[in-house]
């Protein structure tokens, strides 16, 4: 009986010493004169666990973690392949607690398939929504993906079947894009990442599926460069699916012609917005652009282009697979389908979190995330990256639900959750969105590229206790004419972190009083 050993090979495993498990499993099996197969999958997203090492045996497999090379030894005489007992034993890894309170769509392959395998992607449901695409009419595919109530996983939240929609509706003969958005460049994200690293398949099959839908033959996935193992990762399954028939001039033998490319970027935030991305792909300096046109109906090269977010095409397969209604029974409110909570920050069990829309805040950061790693009490949470607002404590009723954000001026974004203790300092992180603004600025317009450095500047004469009450106006003022007066959602957004800090933690922008002695 044949048995394999998974190891970790995304980005963060190895952050965390996978190569160095990998290695030490390797020794191990040579010296003892064992036969077992290694595979480096993906994340399952639990990196509290990480390295997280799976042990396949026939109809069983057993997880142990988090792993380092010094355990090695030890597992091996303890028996691990055979499932024996160990300190570091966490029995089947469905059953874990963390994995088990999960409704794993979008990521129900990651961490348990060989990502840079075709075979076992198909063995595990893969391609299934492509084979039904490629026999359906375009008209039906973008019907089915709007009955799903499926939104941009972006930020943005725009719901994707209409965007599909308006591509379709340009008519048929002329050249059409798929464009991937995977600069992932949130503070605390990493969704893209996992899927990008640990089931690259799912993307080439929601990117396949968009391109029979509005009748595109070309897809482009732009990478921020800080992601190299996943470009490396990805451009291997391109490869495959091309060599098996998924890409090409006959996607799985159908009338339908699609092929893609992975483009890195030069590094810059501002690129994550749709505009600028194309203007960067287009090979020109990465500004935003004035809307209209829409880049539905001019967008790369002038032409028709759908550009959704990695999560958004990734989640397309099992529509296409189980159907609108299946996925539209998930969620809560015009929030459909799951959502991949990215838990960061100061937190005890930080990771990757698949779970329908609905879950309150509180019990994410509470109940999932375990509360602060340090043991303090959670003083803020940010949510939707470092242009998001800051919630504090009171308001972690709030479920996790794009309407229900906005009624508390915050938004979602990408999903990331980054958690602070008592010992942040809120004015700080206010002056930290507005030097950050004024560093990813493309420049364009006045209040994105003049209104941060002001507001740096605003921020640190409230610091030094300069007119402060005054200040403080100002700031609000500044804000305001940033939120309603930029062009993209860089200058726009840069006010939620600042005044939900100044809002819900007025008291980090005040002096604190000065208690003198009695004598």
Same mark, same amino acid.
């Given at each position: 009986m044949s048995v394999t050993i998974y190891v970790p090979g995304d980005s963060g495993a190895l952050a965390l010493g996978a190569d160095k498990v990998a290695k030490a499993i390797e020794r191990e099996l040579s010296a003892r004169k064992i036969s077992a197969r290694i595979v480096r999958n993906g994340s399952r997203g639990a990196y509290f666990l990480e390295p997280l090492v799976e042990v396949a045996n026939g109809d069983s497999r057993l997880a142990y973690g988090p792993v380092s090379s010094k355990d090695v030894p030890s597992l091996f005489d303890a028996g691990f392949l055979e499932g024996g007992a160990h300190k570091l034993a966490l029995g089947d890894p469905e059953d874990h607690p963390y994995f088990a309170k999960q409704t794993r769509l979008t990521f129900q392959r990651c961490g348990v398939t060989d990502p840079v395998s075709l075979d076992d992607y198909e063995k595990h449901d893969g391609l299934k929504g492509l084979r039904k695409a490629v026999a359906m009419a375009p008209a039906d595919i973008v019907k089915e993906v709007t009955e799903s109530g499926l939104r941009g996983r972006g930020g943005a939240g725009f719901p994707t079947g209409i965007k599909w929609k308006t591509v379709l509706d340009t008519g048929p003969g002329i050249q059409k894009y798929i464009v991937c958005n995977a600069d992932e460049g949130d503070s605390g994200t990493f969704a893209d990442r996992m899927i990008m690293e640990g089931d690259p398949f799912v993307l080439i099959e929601g990117m396949a599926i968009a391109g029979v839908a509005v009748?595109?033959?070309?897809?482009?996935?732009?990478?921020?460069?800080?992601?190299?193992?996943?470009?490396?990762?990805?451009?291997?399954?391109?490869?495959?699916?091309?060599?098996?028939?998924?890409?090409?001039?006959?996607?799985?033998g159908s009338q339908h012609q699609f092929d893609m490319e992975v483009r890195v970027g030069?590094?810059?935030?501002?690129?994550?917005?749709?505009?600028?991305?194309?203007?960067?792909?287009?090979g020109k300096r990465g500004l935003v652009r004035a809307k209209p046109p829409l880049p539905a109906h001019k967008g790369l090269f002038g032409k028709p282009t759908?550009?959704?977010?990695?999560?958004?095409?990734?989640?397309?397969?099992?529509?296409?697979?189980?159907?609108?209604?299946?996925?539209?029974?998930f969620g809560l409110g015009r929030s459909r389908g799951t959502i991949p909570i990215q838990i960061a920050g100061n937190v005890k069990?930080?990771?990757?979190?698949?779970?329908?829309?609905?879950?309150?805040?509180?019990?994410?950061?509470?109940?999932?995330?375990?509360?602060?790693?340090?043991?303090?009490?959670?003083?803020?949470?940010?949510?939707?990256?470092?242009?998001?607002?800051?919630?504090?404590?009171?308001?972690?009723?709030?479920?996790?639900?794009?309407?229900?954000f906005a009624a508390k001026d915050g938004l979602i974004g990408h999903a990331g959750i980054v958690v602070f203790d008592d010992t942040a300092d809120m004015l700080k992180q206010a002056r930290f969105a507005m030097e950050f603004c004024a560093i990813e600025s493309c420049g364009k317009c006045t209040p994105c590229r003049?209104?941060?450095?002001?507001?740096?500047?605003?921020?640190?004469?409230?610091?030094?206790?300069?007119?402060?009450?005054?200040?403080?106006?100002?700031?609000?003022?500044? /804000?305001?004419?940033?939120?309603?007066?930029?062009? /993209?959602?860089?200058?726009?957004?840069?006010?939620?972190?600042?005044?939900?800090?100044?809002?819900?933690?007025?008291?980090?922008?005040?002096?604190?009083?000065i208690v003198e002695a009695a004598e």
């Amino acid at each position: 009986m044949s048995v394999t050993i998974y190891v970790p090979g995304d980005s963060g495993a190895l952050a965390l010493g996978a190569d160095k498990v990998a290695k030490a499993i390797e020794r191990e099996l040579s010296a003892r004169k064992i036969s077992a197969r290694i595979v480096r999958n993906g994340s399952r997203g639990a990196y509290f666990l990480e390295p997280l090492v799976e042990v396949a045996n026939g109809d069983s497999r057993l997880a142990y973690g988090p792993v380092s090379s010094k355990d090695v030894p030890s597992l091996f005489d303890a028996g691990f392949l055979e499932g024996g007992a160990h300190k570091l034993a966490l029995g089947d890894p469905e059953d874990h607690p963390y994995f088990a309170k999960q409704t794993r769509l979008t990521f129900q392959r990651c961490g348990v398939t060989d990502p840079v395998s075709l075979d076992d992607y198909e063995k595990h449901d893969g391609l299934k929504g492509l084979r039904k695409a490629v026999a359906m009419a375009p008209a039906d595919i973008v019907k089915e993906v709007t009955e799903s109530g499926l939104r941009g996983r972006g930020g943005a939240g725009f719901p994707t079947g209409i965007k599909w929609k308006t591509v379709l509706d340009t008519g048929p003969g002329i050249q059409k894009y798929i464009v991937c958005n995977a600069d992932e460049g949130d503070s605390g994200t990493f969704a893209d990442r996992m899927i990008m690293e640990g089931d690259p398949f799912v993307l080439i099959e929601g990117m396949a599926i968009a391109g029979v839908a509005v009748g595109a033959t070309k897809g482009y996935i732009y990478i921020r460069s800080e992601y190299p193992h996943a470009a490396a990762i990805l451009n291997k399954a391109i490869a495959a699916a091309r060599s098996a028939g998924v890409l090409g001039k006959s996607v799985l033998g159908s009338q339908h012609q699609f092929d893609m490319e992975v483009r890195v970027g030069a590094g810059a935030y501002v690129c994550g917005e749709e505009t600028s991305l194309l203007e960067s792909l287009e090979g020109k300096r990465g500004l935003v652009r004035a809307k209209p046109p829409l880049p539905a109906h001019k967008g790369l090269f002038g032409k028709p282009t759908v550009i959704n977010n990695v999560i958004s095409l990734a989640s397309v397969p099992i529509i296409l697979d189980r159907g609108g209604a299946f996925y539209k029974d998930f969620g809560l409110g015009r929030s459909r389908g799951t959502i991949p909570i990215q838990i960061a920050g100061n937190v005890k069990h930080g990771g990757l979190f698949e779970a329908a829309f609905g879950l309150t805040l509180g019990e994410i950061v509470d109940e999932i995330g375990g509360g602060t790693a340090s043991g303090r009490s959670v003083k803020a949470v940010q949510v939707g990256g470092p242009l998001g607002a800051y919630f504090p404590r009171a308001l972690f009723d709030t479920p996790f639900d794009y309407e229900a954000f906005a009624a508390k001026d915050g938004l979602i974004g990408h999903a990331g959750i980054v958690v602070f203790d008592d010992t942040a300092d809120m004015l700080k992180q206010a002056r930290f969105a507005m030097e950050f603004c004024a560093i990813e600025s493309c420049g364009k317009c006045t209040p994105c590229r003049l209104g941060s450095t002001r507001g740096v500047e605003v921020v640190d004469k409230i610091a030094s206790n300069i007119e402060r009450e005054k200040q403080i106006e100002l700031l609000t003022d500044l /804000c305001n004419t940033m939120k309603f007066g930029s062009l /993209c959602a860089l200058g726009g957004f840069t006010p939620y972190p600042v005044m939900s800090a100044l809002t819900h933690f007025p008291e980090d922008f005040r002096p604190t009083p000065i208690v003198e002695a009695a004598e």
